[in-house]
Nanobody, 120 residues
Framework: QVQLVESGGGLVQAGGSLRLSCAAS????????MGWYRQAPGKQRELVAQ???????NYGDSVKGRFTISRDNAKNTVYLQMSSLKPEETAVYYC??????????????WGRGTQVTVSS
């Protein structure tokens, strides 16, 4: 079984920065795509950023130029550096990992989410 543990959420003022981390552990073989999604109250979950094992990145249009996703393959950990945060980005941020487990079976895994609150 693969577990994802997120950290780094919290309260920040508009214009501020936060760094989220997500570590995958357990019966994980290799993590392929790793990413972050967010869901605000009453809204659908949306892609924030995604990174492949080789380091190719994809960002949601609203965060381009302000957020940076990175990963440490040796640690099966993905990071999200968020800058110039806006109040409308208040949401629960979820880590998502596509990975092969130790049996070689592919699966998509989600973390429990970490709350990010941006005050105006």
């Amino acid at each position: 079984q693969v577990q994802l543990v997120e950290s780094g959420g919290g309260l920040v003022q508009a214009g501020g920065s936060l760094r989220l981390s997500c570590a995958a552990s357990g019966s994980i073989g290799r993590a392929n795509a790793m990413g972050w999604y967010r869901q605000a109250p009453g809204k659908q979950r949306e892609l924030v950023a995604q990174i492949t094992y080789g380091g190719s990145t994809n960002y949601g249009d609203s965060v381009k130029g302000r957020f940076t996703i990175s990963r440490d393959n040796a640690k099966n950990t993905v990071y999200l550096q968020m800058s110039s945060l806006k109040p409308e980005e208040t949401a629960v941020y979820y880590c998502n990992v596509d990975a092969y487990d130790s049996r070689g079976i592919w699966g998509a895994y989600w973390g429990r989410g970490t709350q990010v609150t941006v005050s105006s």
